[in-house]
């Protein structure tokens, strides 16, 4: 017999390409304007200040291809991600030895109500509401770093109905991949099934009804997401 009230959800996971397993997932941190031409057009300073970071629901990701129009918004954005998932953590992880702590990487989608948003940053409160909603983070299957390493420079593109929305390199974020894992780490005990949403390049642009998303990253694989 159960000692909970009612059944829990099954844990948030995602696939892992090439086989049947799966990665649980545990957390989901993002990391805010962390290339600098994105940070120009969000109207901010592109100077390396220190990363700031907001959290999305583990149950937010969702590697269905269908995205569906969130209720409450009429301007809802695309936000194109490499995605990193953890197979263990810690504290004050070293910025050297932070790569260790990769499992994989995958291509995603930080999907955004940017008007609620906005509503938020105007109000000086949360972002959640305009992050943290249902099937927000459209992502790939997870590949191996075992497979393809640790990518730190290659194309970065998404397109919306075959029209060239997002364009960047990996190599131009502006904390890379083992300083936003030391960085979080000295403020979070980081664990295996964390997810970290590394930044998303210019071009940020809404979405409609009937629009298919095709997002593409060097090394990692592509994602074609369908707006319903």
């Given at each position: 017999?159960?000692?909970?009230?009612?059944?829990?959800?099954?844990?948030?996971?995602?696939?892992?390409?090439?086989?049947?397993?799966?990665?649980?997932?545990?957390?989901?941190?993002?990391?805010?304007?962390?290339?600098?031409?994105?940070?120009?057009?969000?109207?901010?300073?592109?100077?390396?200040?220190?990363?700031?970071?907001?959290?999305?629901?583990?149950?937010?990701?969702?590697?269905?291809?269908?995205?569906?129009?969130?209720?409450?918004?009429?301007?809802?954005?695309?936000?194109?991600?490499?995605?990193?998932?953890?197979?263990?953590?810690?504290?004050?992880?070293?910025?050297e030895h932070a790569l260790d702590h990769v499992y994989g990487y995958a291509v995603g989608l930080d999907m955004?109500?940017?008007?609620?948003?906005?509503?938020?940053?105007?109000?000086?409160?949360?972002?959640?509401?305009?992050?943290?909603?249902?099937?927000?983070?459209?992502?790939?299957?997870?590949?191996?770093?075992?497979?393809?390493?640790?990518?730190?420079?290659?194309?970065?593109?998404?397109?919306?109905?075959?029209?060239v929305r997002q364009t960047g390199d990996l190599g131009q974020m502006i904390w890379k991949v083992p300083e936003?894992?030391?960085?979080?780490?000295?403020?979070?005990?980081?664990?295996?099934?964390?997810?970290?949403?590394?930044?998303?390049?210019?071009?940020?642009?809404?979405?409609?009804?009937?629009?298919?998303?095709?997002?593409?990253?060097?090394?990692v694989g592509t994602l074609r997401v369908t707006v319903v």
């Amino acid at each position: 017999m159960s000692d909970y009230v009612f059944e829990p959800p099954l844990r948030p996971s995602l696939p892992i390409r090439g086989t049947d397993r799966r990665f649980p997932v545990r957390r989901v941190y993002c990391i805010g304007r962390n290339y600098a031409a994105h940070t120009i057009e969000m109207g901010h300073d592109p100077d390396r200040d220190p990363p700031f970071f907001f959290q999305k629901n583990p149950d937010n990701l969702d590697p269905s291809g269908e995205f569906p129009y969130p209720v409450r918004s009429s301007d809802v954005h695309h936000e194109l991600e490499m995605v990193v998932a953890l197979k263990s953590g810690g504290l004050n992880i070293p910025v050297e030895h932070a790569l260790d702590h990769v499992y994989g990487y995958a291509v995603g989608l930080d999907m955004t109500r940017r008007d609620l948003q906005g509503e938020a940053k105007d109000l000086r409160r949360p972002w959640e509401i305009g992050k943290a909603f249902e099937r927000s983070a459209p992502c790939g299957a997870l590949v191996p770093a075992a497979e393809i390493g640790h990518p730190s420079a290659g194309l970065v593109q998404l397109r919306v109905n075959g029209e060239v929305r997002q364009t960047g390199d990996l190599g131009q974020m502006i904390w890379k991949v083992p300083e936003i894992i030391a960085y979080l780490s000295d403020y979070f005990e980081l664990a295996a099934g964390d997810v970290i949403m590394s930044g998303t390049p210019s071009g940020v642009a809404a979405v409609a009804r009937g629009d298919l998303m095709e997002a593409e990253i060097a090394g990692v694989g592509t994602l074609r997401v369908t707006v319903v």
